[in-house]
């Protein structure tokens, strides 16, 4: 796949919107401006890549907005070398993004097409997540604590092996809600201490509960 000179262009005007719209963060901007969104989807999109939509990435799932995977990063506030769970690989965007920002990624994908998917395109990046094909609401306790987590699935309730696994002084960002909308909550854990924070209306495809398949 080729990232063109049009691309290149259409992509510094998604990162300006993203300005617009709120993002501060220039390290998060600067990772939306860097990896190639087209390459995560299929060819039929690829005009439409760098607009602020979301779409079909197989088995029924979609790839987050754009603006929706900036405002979660930002809230991670990653610094080089963190350890960082996902929960729903999906395209592998959002992996590359974390990536992108020096991030050790651990990604955990319940659909098994998706799962096989994300690999090659990581891999083409150069990037080297671990990514596992499995259950997000368990996490992934043998690479346990980390220092953000990110969940890109509407969960029905906050997943308590996820807040074990979250370190002193760790960030999660988790839209919480079982309807069509969902509502970014960012759990900040500090000693024995976890807050949590509303922080705005979201719409994710929900995080399922059955074991993977
Ligand atoms: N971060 C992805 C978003 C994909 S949509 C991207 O940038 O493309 C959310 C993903 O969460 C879907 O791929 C879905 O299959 C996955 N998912 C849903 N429930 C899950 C669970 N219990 N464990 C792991 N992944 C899950």
Request: glycine fraction near 8%; include cysteine.
């Amino acid at each position: 796949m080729l990232d063109s000179y049009k691309h290149k262009g259409m992509r510094r005007q998604l990162v300006d919107e993203l300005r617009l719209k709120g993002i501060k963060d220039e390290q998060v901007l600067n990772a939306m401006n860097t990896i190639p969104r087209h390459f995560f989807l299929d060819k039929v999109f690829t005009e439409q890549a760098y607009s602020n939509m979301a779409f079909q990435i197989g088995a029924g799932q979609t790839i987050s907005h754009p603006f929706t995977v900036a405002f979660q990063t930002e809230l991670l506030r990653i610094q080089k070398g963190d350890k960082v769970l996902e929960i729903g690989t999906g395209s592998g965007f959002q992996t590359a993004i974390l990536c992108q920002l020096g991030a050790k990624v651990f990604s955990i994908e319940r659909q098994k097409e998706l799962f096989m998917k994300s690999q090659p395109i990581l891999d083409h990046f150069r990037f080297s997540p671990k990514l596992k094909f499995g259950d997000g609401y368990k996490g992934w306790p043998a690479f346990a604590p980390f220092n953000s987590i990110i969940v890109t699935c509407g969960a029905p309730f906050v997943p308590e092996d996820l807040v074990l696994q979250l370190a002193d002084n760790g960030r999660m960002v988790i839209p919480i809600g079982e309807g069509k909308n969902q509502e970014m909550i960012l759990i900040q854990k500090k000693g024995n201490q976890i807050t949590q924070e509303k922080l705005g209306v979201f719409s994710f495809v929900p995080m399922l509960k059955d074991t993977a398949k």
